[in-house]
């Protein structure tokens, strides 16, 4: 099975393309413009196993909603596109997470319905570059587009650098998990995912 996927997308705001492989082995190559959202993705792939590269020119001068945005739609287009018809993946997988003070609970589904539940708050504005009120916007996107169901709680903690890093390695164990090839059954009772 060869789940590695190119990816492209340019607007009048972003240029971005890449390649992923879902089973690689959490190498990455990243330059998003935003120190801090650089540092979320290779934590992620690290903990995932995921192998990424990503280059991207965003319009960081007006703000960088667009490029936050942005990446997580294409981020989950070519994971959706990467997972293929998901034969033999286990689906579901859930992560508690802890980050020194910081606790969050991540679980997904891949299961070709994207719905996205977040429950949790930040009490500063930014984290280095990053606008907080972008966190729970890059995993609605990342969701939408990949297909997949995400809750996610930040059940405690007051560093909000933790509580990003905590949700960002939640999700890269529990899709580890959920997308972990085991046999060659289509895990639905309706056939398809």
């Not at 003070?101 to 708050?121: A, I, Q």
């Amino acid at each position: 099975m060869n789940r590695i996927t190119k990816f492209e997308r340019k607007t009048h705001e972003t240029e971005i393309s890449g390649k992923l492989n879902l089973d690689g082995t959490g190498k990455v190559a990243v330059k998003t413009g935003i120190g801090f959202l650089d540092h979320m993705l290779e934590l992620f792939c690290f903990h995932s196993g995921i192998d990424l590269e990503l280059k991207v020119k965003g319009d960081l001068e007006v703000c960088g909603h667009h490029s936050i945005e942005d990446i997580a739609l294409s981020l989950g287009e070519a994971f959706l596109i990467a997972m293929g018809d998901k034969r033999g993946i286990l689906r579901y997988g859930c992560c508690y997470l802890p980050m020194d003070e910081c606790l969050t609970r991540t679980v997904v589904d891949l299961s070709g319905r994207p719905y996205h539940v977040f429950k949790g708050s930040f009490e500063s504005t930014l984290v280095g570059a990053f606008p907080t009120e972008m966190v729970r916007h890059f995993f609605y996107s990342f969701c939408m587009t990949a297909k997949i169901t995400l809750h996610q709680e930040i059940l405690y903690g007051h560093n909000d650098h933790h509580k990003i890093e905590s949700l960002f390695k939640g999700l890269a164990k529990a899709i580890e998990s959920a997308g972990q090839v085991m046999d060659d059954q289509l895990r639905s009772t309706k056939g398809v995912l």
